[in-house]
């Protein structure tokens, strides 16, 4: 048993923030917020990198990368608010086209980007879903990254179980975006419905939804990190009562609370990804994924209004840039299912299945 | 990473779990709640466990111990929390005194009192709080003043959890009291049946074995040879046996969380949209969350470094817990009632947020030590 990161993992996270920490200050999030394409060298820069091919096998000319070392690279993501489409294409579209067996024709489209999931249902765990629900595909609302994808990953339910097709831009309809975020801007999707059947790829989806989702916890917990040491940060710097606010209980207990969630949530991800490369049923996985979902969205959450507050009046400005993290971590919570959905499920799962 | 235990670990784990089927009695699963107030059967399992070295697992054999690295204890007690083994009847001897002793004391301490106490032949309480200094401990002021070869302990100390069951007590006194508030302390080793002490229970809420007592001092004699670690460096022992307790008390916390998880998950609702669902994935998500940072902290410490996050454990553990338990209060209410364990594990879980620290203390320490946060 290890549960550190091995050398190699800790190697790669330094890289992946060296990297970031040059090629993606928040000035660029700033500049994407008011220019719709001011994303497109970055996403350029990290194809040329291979980031999102990570998990491809080699075949796609990918990395064949582990789930721990996506989740490295999408917490550092999230802890820029990376303002281009990877979590979309590689932690949400690739790990569902690669649960289901996607030829590496589909793969290497996907792998080029930007794709985007499509998930029915909102992503509830199969075992969870109602089979009278099958029918062909309604779409889904939210989808990340839709407005900019070229590929689509749509997961399906047929008489024969879950699915997934891949379809390409002209197949689907999206609607003009609605997005809290504009810099990881979602739209609804609804596929065209002559869409041939026999492209339905069946296969574990569930296991490809649980990696996306802890993935998801990943850049959540990136996020987080990043309110709480720009909270940390100001309740150090800002002085009242001829102190620093840092200094006072209440500021204290606060902040420390922040600490424990996201430690809380960083244990939890990191131990659902290392499930998801080690050997565990797709329940198991499917249980420790959806907790750590869970986890991160209220952490991030409880970490985003304390940082909030604790900046006081300056807080709710757009010159300080909390509000780029706020919203960035509210659009990812709300993908594949809500934090308390997600505690539900977790908890309906493992007494279903008998997980502990 | 890689989460799957290898032969050895599953091998260690596997001679544990049958050492202690073993010793369980046939009933014990069907009669939980009486075996859990069962201080006799709680004693031999310390013994037995001594014996064949399961105590201490990462100890030396002849000290409870057989000699595992820190992980494969660290697994040894958790496989014995999930299965529900009987807990030690005076659980800071071996957790917190016997580590001290072990660090501290001198070779003639060490001879005298580790197998005694690790057997459970004789209990120890910890002096540490009095009226005037709970979490301010520095502000203690029990005295220590010198006489003709040793010194003469005159005071009151209070929350002294198992006094009046046991044969000695670690005693910290102000030693040097013109020294600053944290360099006069010293700790000692009395042997409570000495003149001069006396012990007076203290009647406890719930209706548990672990009751407190006040233990007052009036000029009882302690010689040169019971001082426990350097004179007048009292406060560095109890800060480094507080560390100690802090890495185990998350242990002792998630073997409480898992049976309130695995409680609240049996009172489970038939509706799929009840509430209830989210909270008990919450609660399975902190214990799941726990068992984690607490073995990642472990196996980082072995590696030689002293993760930050070593200190949030305490106070992850024990706020979990008591939702949990909370948690079972409301499942049962709406099942018809508590059960006979609930309201036990209920009012002992609020206990957890005090002892080793309250969560006020706990919240500064992160504060102050995990987020660099100044002073307040």
Partial sequence: ????????????????????????????????????????????????????????????DGAAGGVVELAVVMEAAGYVAL????????????????????????????????????ADHAGIPVALMDPAACGPSAGAARVRDAPNAVAFVVTVLTPEGRGAVVLDAASVHVDPPTSVDPTSPTAAVRPEPCRPERAVLHGDVERGLAVARLELAAELVGCTARMLDMAVGHARDRRQFGQPIGSFQAVQHRLADGYIALERARALTYRAAAMADGEVTTAELAVAACLAKAAAGEAADSVGRSAVQVHGALGMTKELDLHLFMRRAWMLSAQLGTDRQNYAWAARLAAKRGVR | MNLRRSEAELAVRAAYLEFLESFLPADYDTDRDRYRHDTTLALSYQRRAFDEGWLMPHWEPGLGGRGL????????RLAGAERGAPQLPNIQGPNVVAPMIRR???PAQQARHLVPLLRGDERWALGMSEPGAGSDFAALTTRGEPRKGGWSITGQKIWTSHAAESAFGVVWCRTDPAAARHRGISCFIVDLSSPGVLVRPIA?????????????????AVDDADLLGPLHGGWGVAMESLSEERSMIWVMNWAQLHLAVTRAASLAPSDDADD?????????ADAEALRFLGLWCAETGTAGEDPPAGLALKLMGSEALQRAWQL?????????GPGPGDLDGALDSLGATIYGGTSEIQRRIVAERALGLPRS
């Fill in chain 2, 328 to 336: 079972v209060l409301e499942g049962s209410a709406r099942a018809g």
């Fill in chain 2, 104 to 106: 501290y004391g001198s």
């Fill in chain 1, 83 to 118: 303002p281009a489409p990877l979590g979309a294409t590689a932690a949400m579209a690739i790990p569902v086209a690669l649960s289901v067996g996607a030829p590496p024709s589909s793969l290497c489209v996907l792998g080029d980007g930007p794709a985007a999931l499509v």
């Fill in chain 1, 1 to 60: 048993m290890r549960l550190r990161l091995t050398d190699e993992q800790d190697d790669l996270r330094a890289a992946v923030r060296r990297v970031l920490d040059d090629r993606c200050p928040v000035e660029l999030v700033r500049r994407c917020v008011e220019d719709p394409a001011a994303w497109r060298p970055l996403w350029e820069e990290l194809g040329s990198l291979g980031w999102p091919r990570l998990q491809l096998p080699d075949s796609a």
């Fill in chain 2, 204 to 220: 406890m809420a719930a209706g548990t074995d672990d009751r407190f007592c006040e233990v007052f001092f009036d000029e009882v």
């Fill in chain 2, 69 to 76: 690295g820190v992980m494969e204890a660290l697994e040894v």
């Fill in chain 2, 276 to 284: 209830l669902w989210p909270c008990i994935g919450r609660s399975m």
